[in-house]
């Protein structure tokens, strides 16, 4: 157990629709990256926040936005979704927004239909 | 070119056999090397993490980081059955903020 918690589990869809995904970071990170893991594909970076604030952003589309609230739990909001973003999102915490070790949460998993 | 280019296998070895996973790059200003293991669609999990070049051991794992050459490694011995999963690379510049991964490798160790 890494200590990084996500909930759903699960989350099933239709097209058109928005979830929103909620991650929180192990005791004492305050920095919390997102990102997406398609069916043979690697992990694709999404965005980075720390302390509440965005620190890096990859390849993420205009529908989807995350945030970190004071608590340092992060929300990645999806919306107008398409069969294409069926996915698995995982949330992963460090300790400082240019800390190394990584851990990562056991993911949600997105299907859209 | 992707940054980080990682062979997906599969890669299936008897158990007991010496397995060696590899990665090459393109970026020179990567300094930080780690690797994961994810199993069957799970969370990753860090397993080794080294700095700039050289070897780090730990039990049955070694990571080697070989800067000149862009390529890094990750060698198991005495595989499990239990070390079946995929095995990420993943890379970091000193001052940067992102994870740069390769797309994995799937290793299955046969009893």
């Known amino acids: 157990d890494s200590g990084v918690t996500q909930t759903p589990k699960h989350l099933i869809t239709a097209t058109g629709q928005r979830v929103t995904l909620r991650c929180s970071p192990r005791?004492?990170?305050?920095?919390v990256y997102w990102y997406q893991q398609s069916l043979d594909q690697g992990l694709q970076f999404l965005i980075q926040?720390?302390?509440?604030?965005?620190?890096a952003k990859g390849n993420i589309l205009e529908r989807f936005s995350a945030q970190q609230f004071p608590d340092l739990h992060s929300e990645l909001n999806l919306s107008s979704l398409e069969l294409g973003d069926s996915a698995l999102y995982f949330c992963a915490s460090t300790q400082s927004p240019g800390g190394n070790e990584q851990f990562f949460g056991p993911g949600t998993r997105l299907t859209v239909l | 070119q992707k940054e980080v280019e990682q062979d997906p296998g599969p890669l299936s070895v008897p158990e007991g056999a010496i397995v060696s996973l590899n990665c090459t790059y393109s970026?020179?200003?990567?300094?930080?090397f780690m690797w994961y293991r994810q199993y069957s669609r799970k969370g990753p999990e860090l397993l080794m993490y080294?700095?700039?070049?050289g070897n780090k051991e730990d039990g049955r794992f070694t990571a080697q980081v070989d800067k000149s050459s862009k390529y890094i490694s990750l060698f198991i011995r005495d595989s499990q059955p239990s070390d079946s999963a995929t095995y990420l690379c993943?890379?970091?510049?000193?001052?940067?903020?992102?994870?740069?991964f390769g797309t994995g490798t799937s290793l299955t160790v046969i009893p």
């Open positions: 005791s004492g990170d305050l920095s």
């Open positions: 970026n020179s200003a990567f300094q930080y």
């Open positions: 993943a890379m970091k510049e000193r001052a940067g903020n992102q994870f740069y």
């Open positions: 926040y720390y302390n509440g604030e965005e620190r």
């Open positions: 080294t700095y700039s070049s």
